[in-house]
T-cell receptor, first 115, second 111 residues
Framework: EAEVAQSPRYKITEKSQAVAFWCDPISGHATLYWYRQILGQGPELLVQFQDESVVDDSQLPKDRFSAERLKGVDSTLKIQPAELGDSAMYLCASSRGLAPSYEQYFGPGTRLTVT | DAKTTQPNSMESNEEEPVHLPCNHS???????IHWYRQLPSQGPEYVIHGLTSNVNNRMASLAIAEDRKSSTLILHRATLRDAAVYYCILRDGLGAQKLVFGQGTRLTINP
């Protein structure tokens, strides 16, 4: 069964450093999502792509976060500089398209710890 | 986005049915009802979704009230592997279709 791949699985970084996460969605999935999940809370959408275009980045802290999906396949989420409050699980998900009946498939996540 | 209300936690026994309730009194006619679950240390997993009619799949059943203001996720025979946080989410059929997660219901299964 196809899966969403994410790397690294764990990342420890010092505050003010740069950090990047990578996501490879299920082949053929046009829509890609990045979520952040703080311990004890539900995931929160950071950014949503349809192919290589951003559909929704209203919750992305654009002063320090950036995301790209240059060829409409895999995607990178970057934080620069990292802050202590960025410690969280970063989840990538993909779906066949934007239709509300399409389910989203989630990757295992990257757990970020900022010290 | 229309809101959902779920109990914070529920407990059940292995091999018994589990009924997880969700209230969504402000649901609109174009909102789909989705359920996802998240096992410990994993990403969320799709369970089931519906619009107006009850739905069944290999994982669960979804019972939707006639006025659509509430729904119930039914696990017919719970196993220890079903212990997870279950999220009831409304997806707008006309909007950006993003998932807005609440706190969910933490389901504990006793052996």
């Amino acid at each position: 069964e196809a899966e969403v791949a994410q790397s690294p699985r764990y990342k420890i970084t010092e505050k003010s450093q740069a950090v990047a996460f990578w996501c490879d969605p299920i082949s053929g999935h046009a829509t890609l999502y990045w979520y952040r999940q703080i311990l004890g809370q539900g995931p929160e959408l950071l950014v949503q792509f349809q192919d290589e275009s951003v559909v929704d980045d209203s919750q992305l802290p654009k002063d320090r976060f950036s995301a790209e999906r240059l060829k409409g396949v895999d995607s990178t989420l970057k934080i620069q500089p990292a802050e202590l409050g960025d410690s969280a699980m970063y989840l990538c998900a993909s779906s066949r398209g934007l239709a509300p009946s399409y389910e989203q498939y989630f990757g295992p996540g990257t757990r970020l710890t900022v010290t | 986005d229309a809101k959902t209300t779920q109990p914070n936690s529920m407990e059940s026994n292995e091999e018994e049915p589990v009924h997880l309730p969700c209230n969504h009194s402000t649901i609109s006619g174009t909102d789909y009802i989705h359920w996802y679950r998240q096992l410990p240390s994993q990403g969320p997993e799709y369970v089931i979704h519906g619009l107006t009619s009850n739905v069944n799949n290999r994982m669960a059943s979804l019972a939707i009230a006639e006025d659509r203001k509430s729904s119930t996720l039914i696990l017919h025979r719970a196993t220890l592997r079903d212990a997870a946080v279950y999220y009831c989410i409304l997806r707008d059929g006309l909007g950006a279709q993003k998932l807005v997660f609440g706190q969910g219901t933490r389901l504990t299964i006793n052996p």
